[in-house]
């Protein structure tokens, strides 16, 4: 792998973070709102495998934690739980099936779902909670939202590949 692909998704990564912290409330339903980084997360490991996308995803969310000022390690751990899941869909032989088609979607999807879940389970500041609402309210739904704003990378993913 050239260094250029190491640099390349922090130089997504600044202007994503731009994007997700100022214009993606905006676009929020209830509440919710999409996670642009995890989309980032996931395309980049499942090119580079699980370990680069473990690494990834523990750098972001460290990233995310100072930027945002929240508990530190909280999306940290998420992320990096996200990228180590993502990780297992790595396949260099179903890189262009994953990209277009819903598979995907898909990988986001679940990815997401544990992103949001550990999220807010270890920011959260209330210890009173129901685990099954907490799996729909913060989990699943989030969830959804940002799997369906994945379908861009597949609209838009060149129909052949530049590596």
């Known amino acids: 792998m050239r260094n ?16 997700q ?11 919710f709102v999409p996670d642009l980084i995890l989309i ?4 980049y490991t499942l090119q580079s495998g699980q370990i680069y996308g473990t690494v990834l995803g523990f750098i972001f969310g460290f990233l995310y934690d100072l ?25 260099e032989n179903k890189i262009e099936t994953y990209f277009k088609s819903y598979s995907f979607t898909l990988i986001v999807l679940l990815c997401a779902v544990i992103d949001s879940l550990l999220y807010s389970i270890f920011s959260s500041k209330e210890f009173t909670f129901n685990i099954l609402l907490l ?8 969830g959804i939202y940002t799997a369906v704003i ?3 990378v597949v609209f838009f993913y060149p129909k052949r590949s530049f590596s």
């Open 21 to 31: 912290l100022t214009l993606v409330p905006l676009i929020s339903i209830r509440g």
């Open 135 to 142: 799996f729909f309210e913060q989990g699943l739904l989030p």
């Open 40 to 43: 980032l997360l996931v395309f």
């Open 4 to 19: 250029s692909n190491y640099i390349f998704p922090f130089l997504l990564f600044i202007p994503l973070l731009i994007i």
């Open 150 to 152: 994945s379908f861009i």
């Open 67 to 91: 930027v945002t000022g929240s508990l530190i390690g909280s999306m940290m751990f998420a992320k990096t739980a996200a990228g180590f899941t993502a990780g297992y869909f790595a396949n």
